[in-house]
Structure formats: C-alpha cells, structure tokens
C-alpha cells in the first residue's frame, strides 16, 4: 500500500497485559505485526498536523453512494451450504460457522431445513388458528399478533440432526458440514402464553399441536408446560420480519428445543390432550437406542460447544499466536464454563466467555494459544447452568449405540476435535 | 384464506395475566382477533388425527429451493431513508427504526454518515499503520489483526447530529427522519489496547488520532484513557465481516461516543501528547453555546430514549390494546429505567425493559396500553445507571441556547412527543 516501506517481521509481540489471564498460552511469540523500518518512519512531534496530512490516503475519488437496503462488499463471499437429499424439496443449507464473529447469526446465513421447499406466502393473507381444547377458538392476522405485547430474545436453533455423523464416525471435514445446522438470531413476537390466555385453555388440556402452512404441513407436539414457558410465535428476526427460509410470515420459536418443533410458517395450532403422533414425531426425529426401541419426544438440544477457528481445511500460518475460538450453548440455560485442550483431552484451559452468556443462546469463547509448529488436538467441552458436562462420543456411544434413527442420529453433541498438523493444515478425526 | 369462515371481532381480549404487571392500562379491550363462528368451527376430540389432516394448507406444491446468502421476502420493503446534502459525497441514510422489533439492527438497514461516499477497498491490500509516540511503529494486514484476541460486543452507533431539528424546532415527521440515525449491532474485532501494548506507549502519550482512507480523510483524536478501556478496532459486524458503508474492513468502534469518531475505512492511527484539533473536531461536531463559544471534544452521547411504535405518520386501527414500544440508550452504561407518559408528561408508568440491557447498547421497551379514541400526547424519558434522567428539550435549550454549530445542533438527546389524534392518526409534535 504505502510504497517505499521495508516491513520487518517482529519476532517479540504478544504482551501478557493483552491477554486476560490466560498466561499458560503467553509467552513471547512470533507475530504477524510488522515494524515500519526506521528509516521510513516519519517521526512525528506531540502534534504535527503536517504530518497527519502525510500522502496516506488510499481513496482519492468520492466512493459510491447511499444504498436503501446494503449488501456486503463484493470482496465477500461466505455461503450456505447444501446437503444432498433424495427427496425433492427436502433438504438443507449449513451456516458457515468457520467464516463468522461473534455470536449472532447474520439472517442470510442463518441455516435452512426444510421438507417441501419455501412457500413463498402474502403475509397479509396468512392467518394462524389457535382451536381445539379451547374455550374460544380465535384467528389471528399478522397484524393482529403486532399489537399483542412483544418480546424480544436472543436464542439458538438447531437442528436435531446437527453433527450427527460424528456419531455415526463419518465427521465433517468442517466445522460447517459438521455443525453448521446451528444459528443464533434475535427472536421477536409474542408468547403463545399470551394467545392461549386469551383463548381460554379448558381443563383437560394437556399439548398443543403445531403446523407449517408448506406443502409437507410439518407438524410438531408440544407438552403445555413449556408452550406456557418460553415459546414465541415470532415475526422478527434480527431486527426485520423473518425471512422466508425461517418461516416468514410466522414462526413458532421454542428456546433450546430440537430445529424441527420451531414450526416455521405456522397456521395452526391446536390444544389436545395428548400428544398427537405426527408422521414427524412418530417416524422421523426419534432416538434408536440399542434394544431396538426409540425414545420419542426427546425435544432438548443438551449442552454442546465446537471450535470453529482454527477448524477443519484452515491452515495456520507459520508458528506463533492465534487465537481458539467457537461457540457454546445449551437448550437447557446459560453455558457456565468452556474448557479448552490443545492435547486431545489429557489437559484442560478455561476459556474466556466473551458475550453475556444468555439463556438458550450461543455463547462465543475464546482462548489466546500459541503453536509451536507441531502436531495439535484441539477440543472443547462446557458446562451449562445445571451443571451438564459437554460429553465424549465414547460417552454418548456407551448409551446409545451405533445404529441410526430413520433420519440418522439425532440429538449428537459430542467433543468434536480438530487436528493440527505438523504442517499447520487443520483437518477433522 | 381459508374460505366460507365467518369472523366475528372479540370485545374481551387481553386478559390481565399476559401483561406482565402494566394493571393501570389493561381493562378488557376490543381487540382484533377474531372469533371463529360455531358453525364454521370444526370441534376437535382430544386428539384426532382426521382433524388436523382437514384441509388447512395453503401451499400444496414444492416452494422455492435452498439458496446460498439469503434474502428478505419480495412481501418487505423498509428501507433506509437519505437525508439531502449539498456537498457532493456527503450524506446520511436513516435506519427505519418504525419498521424493526428487537434491539439488533440488520446491517443492511444500519444508518450511514459519510463525507465522501463509500470507497471500495480491497481487504488484502489494507493496512493499519500505528505510529507516533510508541515504542514500536507498527504495520496490521486484516490477517494480522485477526490473529489477536477478539472481542464481540453488542453496541449502538449514534450520529452526533442524530435528531439535530428536534432542537431547532423543526422535528421530524417520522422517527425514521427524526431518530434514524442511530442503529445498534454486534461488533467483532481487536481491543485498540491490545494493539497499544503491542506497539509500547511512550512517556508523553496522551491522545491517539484515528484517521479514515475514504477520499476525506476524516480524523478525529480521542483521548489515550478512551482508547485504553473498551475502544475496539472492529472487522466484524452481526457476524459478518464489515459492511462497505460501515468501514469495511476495518472500524474504530468508540462505545458509547459520537458516532464520527467511530473512524470508518481507519488505516491510520497516531498516538500523539495532544489533541489534533482536525477540521473534523475544530470547525465541525463542535457544540456553540449561548455564550458564542463551542464546546469542543463533547464525545458522549448522553442518555436518550424515543418511542418506535406508534410513531410518527403511523395510524391507530381502531380503539383497544397497543403495545408502546421503543428503544433506549445512553453513553455512559447501561439503561436503567424507561417511563412513558400518554399525557404529554403529566403522568408516568415504568415500562418495561424486554431485552437484557447491556452497556453503551439500545434496550427494547414497552408498555401495553390501551387506546380510548381520544388524543393523547406519547413521550419516553429514560434513566441511565449513572442516575442521569433524560431531559426535556426545554431544559436542554436553557443551558445551549437556540444558535446552531456549523453543522446544525449536535447532541440533542430531550424527550420527543408523538401526538395521537381522534382518529388514530400520529404526529410529531
């Protein structure tokens, strides 16, 4: 950029003031910063403006103009992407968990799942009807719902398929073919509490039965307990209305539950007194143990954390710091604690909690590591509120076997490890 | 939708229980839900498959497929507004705040400031130069600092001449062109004190000078305690890298100061013994005082509050329940407290505070409220953890006077008033 100006690799950087307690990680390191060399240095006085003024500048046109509705820079180029499926219309596209900051999942890389496609529907002409054990069945426009009290939430979904072929022993060569059916957005809308206060529950109601308006009418029981708890039947996402692949105009968002119960395009739902059996709570999305039996309704994502940097098909360049860093969550509260190993489980760091840790929500950590240019098995574990340890797939295996559900294995959330290679390229186990 | 159903309008709704302890606002209120007629309702057993197979579906073809980045429906139009401007380059688009729930501002709707349009800059041949009183002068590529430690924090963004005319006395119609120019994301980079320590300060630090490579250059100085505590050289926002109009690739994120010290586009930063007296901080963003004197370097965005919904050129669709809705945010931590008053600040109720209120971030508020037909006179004030109370804008003007700067009245943050009139529809005031 600035022509003229020798760069020299500094070999000392890294203070151990920058690096939040983590000091096992911290010695003097060979850094990526170069020192502008002494002689192209211009040494400035206190405050010289002639020297800001300096030939410094990169732009010497105005730029482009204002935009309604931005896009990312043409220099970007992070996607989705799509598992193969057999069936037409069923399928889903993974978030790049590799390519992303922070915590919250940008909408237009938040994953899809679907069975029948994204219907494209007027939100003006979609209406959700709340009926059954009820004492005064009600139809809801969306404008209806906009004026009941909102509320505004931070949560996870996942899908109960997400890293199920780590289980199966077929792991995904990166973080996003292995867990990218996890995002997490800000959720608004209204507590289904709200509306079945409104209609009236009756005595024996027990469940309530959920139902998308796409052609595969995906449909979905919930026990009361929780549709009184924390479910919302949400319109926004991240700020705007959802988009079409999460449901638009409507969803049902059930905090830390399994992807397939946040019913998107919902417009019905109605109170039983019993589960209903749906073809996707019957057949598909249950858990095949090893006496042959399924386990239904096993709704809870359980604690699970994954490193997503440095992760599968990345390669380190050169020795020296980086920094490990994923995301944790738990459909059961707040994750706790994330500990983090470099040596394939023998030994454990606490990691820092960037983010507030939110109930139900992906929590970022992080931890400053320095490579030494040799062999690395990177891992994470945490902790949720009740006290969950993240398990091994050795654990999960012991309990549950090896043979998969008709959709494969759900409810996988195994330590996933990632291995550094003398070399510096990273692959998965 | 769903044809030969004969809606009646409900009179009772919203009963006491869904309304999280606003009681003064919540007699039983005609609502627009509407009732199902007994004739057209089919009544459910407790659980009949039949019944839920009846004929509800609205899409009964395959929707559209998967797609890699997504997009929002073809049903959404919000859109930034653009404020007018003579100079070419220069300009504002204002976040449609009317039109968002939650507190994360899509980055595709984030409002926009700049003084010489959007550069295009590619990420790979931008540099960082951080020089001036440091032991060490250093060059950071975008690898570079992406190595470091990061951080993710949720924080707004507020222009300096935000609501600007509410002081003149010209206020906006909508709080889109009142209140835009505020949004509020989650930025992803490298503590600017992590870089520091790398660099070494010398004795005589005191300020640091950041200044921007879009075609204006635009500098500011921030004093070096600023710089130490939370102020974050960002790449990443709501997850994704930088959007062009929001500095990609590279941002000073200034919590809680004004938003043009949030240097965009920043590949210079100095460290300097005083402040640089830059055109952007002498002749502009300067505050003139009743006196004929400006004050300079009055960086915090003070506490401020306003009400999103309903809002200004919106209309009431009939008597009956609303939720007062808005956003508040201060400068110097966290949001305490939001009242709203319906009768032009005679009386006040604590609203509540939907999201966590985290620090120098916008907090969701609201309020059920229940609408007689008459006009009323909707303000917000809000407090901050430091005790401040938003003032009104007549207090703001016994202390600065009426006489704006050179760029219009910076810093107004007083309590803004939507009038509703008999027939629902809302004005500024």
């Known amino acids: 950029m600035r022509s003229g100006a020798e760069k020299v690799c500094i070999l000392s950087l890294i203070s151990s003031s920058a690096l939040d307690g983590a000091l096992c990680y911290m010695p003097k390191s060979k850094f990526q910063p170069r020192r502008i060399d002494r002689r192209e240095f211009i040494a400035l006085g206190a405050a010289?403006?002639?020297a800001l003024a300096a030939p410094l500048?990169?732009?010497?046109?105005?730029?482009?103009?204002?935009?309604?509705y931005g896009e990312r820079s043409p220099f970007e180029h992070a996607m989705r992407s799509f598992g193969t499926?057999?069936?037409p219309g069923s399928g889903s596209a993974r978030t790049p968990l590799q390519d992303l900051w922070g915590t919250i999942t940008p909408s237009s890389l938040h994953f899809e799942r679907h069975h029948s496609g994204v219907p494209t529907i007027d939100p003006n002409a979609h209406e959700l009807l709340l009926d059954g054990l009820v004492e005064r069945p009600l139809v809801f426009t969306l404008k209806d719902l906009r004026r009941f009290p909102s509320v505004s939430r931070i949560h996870f979904v996942e899908c109960a398929g997400n890293s199920g072929r780590e289980h199966e022993g077929r792991p995904g060569e990166t973080v996003q073919k292995s867990h990218g059916l996890l995002s997490n957005t800000e959720w608004t809308g209204v507590l289904l509490k709200t509306l079945l206060d409104e209609a009236g529950l009756k005595r024996a109601a027990r469940w309530i039965v959920a139902e998308g308006s796409d052609a595969s009418r995906l449909?979905?029981?919930l026990p009361l307990d929780k549709a009184l708890d924390d479910v919302l039947v949400a319109y926004g996402q991240n700020g705007e209305p959802l988009r079409p692949e999460q449901g638009y105009p409507l969803r049902l968002i059930v905090p830390g539950w399994e992807g397939n119960v946040n019913i998107k395009w919902v417009d019905r739902m109605m109170v039983t007194h019993e589960a209903f059996m749906t073809r996707d709570e019957a057949a598909s999305y249950t858990d095949l143990m090893p006496d042959g039996k399924?386990?239904?309704f096993t709704f809870v994502m359980e604690a699970k954390s994954v490193i997503t940097r440095p992760s599968g098909e990345q390669v380190l360049?050169?020795?020296g710091f980086y920094e490990i860093s994923g995301l944790a969550w738990s459909g059961r509260g707040r994750i706790k604690r994330v500990e983090i190993s470099t040596d394939n489980g023998k030994t454990w760091t606490d990691a820092r909690l960037d983010s507030a840790a939110l109930p139900k929500a992906a929590t970022r950590f992080s931890l400053p590591w320095k490579w030494e240019g040799g062999e690395a098995a990177l891992q994470s574990r945490c902790t949720d509120e009740t006290g969950y340890v993240q398990p091994t797939r050795e654990q999960l295996i012991s309990v549950r076997g090896l043979h998969p559900g008709?959709?494969?294995f759900n409810h996988f959330n195994g330590i996933k490890t990632w291995f550094v290679h003398n070399d510096g390229k990273v692959s998965h186990v």
Chains 1, 2 share one sequence.
């Open 219 to 221: 449909s979905r029981s």
């Open 85 to 87: 499926s057999s069936t």
């Open 48 to 50: 010289g403006i002639s």
């Open 317 to 319: 360049d050169g020795r």
């Open 406 to 408: 008709p959709d494969g």
């Open 294 to 296: 399924a386990r239904w």
């Open 57 to 68: 500048a990169v732009a010497r046109e105005l730029g482009d103009g204002r935009r309604p």
